[in-house]
């Protein structure tokens, strides 16, 4: 009987160690993560995909929901469903306390303000005018009040239309004369009535307008999860800077979006050239400047009621995790 | 109180019958005595006491946000509610009266009552972009079906008792419509533009929120978007309550105007 509980206690042992090493791969993590993102799969969400992909490569388990939008992300989060989500959490952490720390910068905030050539041939043309932004309390509208204050102008009224592609279609039909669009809809705009629009400048800004965010609990009980999770968005975010191409190879070989429509297909390689020039991905997950940069806009913009001097970094924002991937691949050499 | 409680005593039990109110009220503390508990718990970070929402109810009326938003939502309603009473009633009338035009036009009504609105609407923003003449049109998509199909009920089952005594007063076919056929189915009628003012108010508030955030779709999407769930839940309040006032006095309209054997069952 001994002989037999020896026996099988050692069968058990073995299949054990055999299954450890099949589920990691060649990876070392073995946590697991699960993400709520408020956007759809896209061309821009690609690089964060591509990302994730190399996460579960390294043993870690990815389960990525898609939601309507980023408020649903944020209730996601909260409601402990989600352990990550991308968005701006900022009104929710200042307005709710809830327990939620941003720890990386994905995307920062860069706008292309698009405008009939002929009406506005520059932002004093715009003084009283109307101006169409995403929607009440957007970085898009804090944007117009940056301009308003940066250029000496005020907008007639700011009227709301909300989503890129929404507003780029009333561009082009006439609905609207200027305003917000993301990069592939600025360039859907002038390939589709080329001479017709034109680009009025934005103000430098370093604020977000995607972050990763977790719940604290969730952050300090699975930092090497973390850690695996921030080191590949680096890797990812770095490498595609340095050649764009890096995502559509990616893409081949991890086959993802591979029901992406052709007319999408031919934006991938664009949009990414584009948002690598424009410095839209971060390369540094961001730092204790982006989230002062974020204190200003995020104020501007009604989504903070503090004063931006007086809110502190540490009650918004977690730099540690991002510190540690930072010198984890100094170290590794990427 | 103790009258609810002592159901055994028949004539407890009858009073509070009597007192429709007294449910209506005990039923409206338990839900908001259990959403004060919900919001103290709480059931989520998003999810507030009823105190707390009642404040900023009563912060918004007094700031005038409510004024201000349900003014820029009444546009498109009245305008689409008034398109469709006009238009809804006549085809109503028509297919009621035309069994070509009630093969033709019911299975349209009957298959838009049946689909979900809220996935339609996006699409209207293809074909009337995405200004007022969209939010009309929401309204328009919301309301029409449950105008026209009362209306088109009210119609058809006009009793045959009615139409024989115009038969045997040799009444002409528009003395018969007007004086018959529409006074025998106003009953039905009324109802279906109360109903209809209820689904374009459905409609208009979902316009807001999927096409174009502006008034009282625009406090839910702002307020939400700054965590001032307080508010949002104020404003999602509010239209409960607009809707529920509306067509409650609008029921009672129709019982003071209709005779009971006018009114639908």
């Known amino acids: 009987m001994t002989r037999f509980w020896v026996l099988a206690t050692a069968l058990v042992l073995l299949l054990a160690a055999c299954g450890g090493d099949g589920d990691s791969g060649d990876g070392e993590s073995g946590g697991s993560v699960r993400v709520a993102l408020g956007d759809i799969e896209s061309v821009e969400t690609l690089a964060l995909f591509i990302a994730l992909d190399r996460v579960r490569d390294r043993g870690v388990e990815v389960d990525l929901t898609e939601l309507a939008d980023e408020d649903l992300a944020n209730q996601a989060v909260v409601s402990g469903q989600a352990d990550v989500g991308l968005g701006a959490p900022y009104a929710l952490i200042e307005g709710s306390d809830a327990p939620l720390r941003i720890f990386c910068q994905l995307q920062a905030a860069r706008f292309f303000v698009v405008a009939d050539k002929a009406d506005y041939p520059d932002w004093q043309s715009m003084n009283g005018e109307t101006f169409t932004v995403h929607s009440r309390g957007s970085t898009t509208e804090a944007l117009a009040k940056l301009v308003e204050q940066e250029e000496g102008i005020e907008f007639g009224e700011i009227s709301y239309v909300e989503g890129s592609e929404v507003r780029a279609t009333a561009l082009l039909r006439g609905n609207v004369k200027a305003t917000v669009l993301d990069i592939p809809n600025r360039n859907y705009v002038m390939a589709e009535s080329p001479g017709t629009f034109h680009e009025l400048p934005t103000p430098e800004t370093k604020a977000s307008d995607e972050v990763i965010f977790g719940n604290t609990e969730w952050l300090a009980a699975n930092q090497e999860t973390v850690q695996v999770l921030l080191e590949e968005i680096l890797t990812v975010w770095r490498s595609m800077v340095d050649d764009p191409a890096f995502v559509q190879e990616e893409r081949e070989r991890l086959d993802l979006l591979n029901d992406l429509p052709a007319e999408l297909e031919e934006q991938l390689l664009p949009y990414y050239e584009q948002g690598a020039e424009e410095g839209l991905f971060t390369q540094d997950c961001g730092s204790e400047a982006a989230a002062r940069d974020d204190f200003e806009f995020y104020h501007e913009a009604g989504q903070l009621s503090g004063e931006p001097g007086e809110l502190r970094v540490e009650d918004f924002w977690d730099l540690g995790p991002a510190q540690a991937a930072e010198d984890a691949l100094a170290e590794s050499g990427g | ?119 339609i609407i996006p699409l209207i923003t293809f074909i009337y972009g995405i200004g007022f003449t969209a939010k009309v049109f929401a309204v328009v998509l919301l309301s029409a079906p449950v105008i026209v199909l009362n209306s088109y009920r009210g119609i058809a089952n006009t009793p045959r008792s009615l139409l024989e005594m115009g038969d045997a007063f040799l009444a002409g076919r528009f003395k018969r419509i007007v004086k018959i056929v529409i006074p025998a189915g106003s009953g039905l009628i009324f109802a279906g533009l109360r109903l209809g003012l209820a689904q374009g108010f459905t409609g208009a508030v979902l316009a807001e929120l999927l096409i174009t955030p502006t008034g009282v779709g625009d406090l839910i999407t702002f307020y939400r978007s700054v965590a001032d769930y307080p508010r949002m839940f104020a404003s999602i309040l509010s239209i409960i309550l607009v809707a529920s006032v509306s067509v409650t006095l609008l029921q009672r309209l129709e019982q003071r105007l209709f005779r009971p054997e006018m009114r639908p069952a």
């Open chain 2, 1 to 119: 109180m103790t009258g609810l409680i002592q159901v055994r005593g028949g004539r407890t039990v009858a009073k509070a019958v009597d007192r429709p109110w007294l449910l209506r009220a005990a039923s409206i503390a338990l839900v908001l005595g259990l959403w004060e508990w919900g919001g103290t718990i709480p059931v989520s970070i998003a999810f507030p006491k009823f105190s707390e929402t009642l404040a900023a109810f009563a912060g918004m009326i007094t700031d005038g946000t409510f004024a201000g938003a349900y003014a820029e939502t009444a546009g498109p309603l009245i305008v689409g509610v008034s398109l469709t009473a006009v238009g809804g009633v006549l085809a109503g009338l028509v297919m009621g009266l035309s069994s070509r035009t009630e093969w033709l036009g019911l299975p349209v009504f009957i298959v838009l009552q049946a689909s979900p609105s809220a996935a």
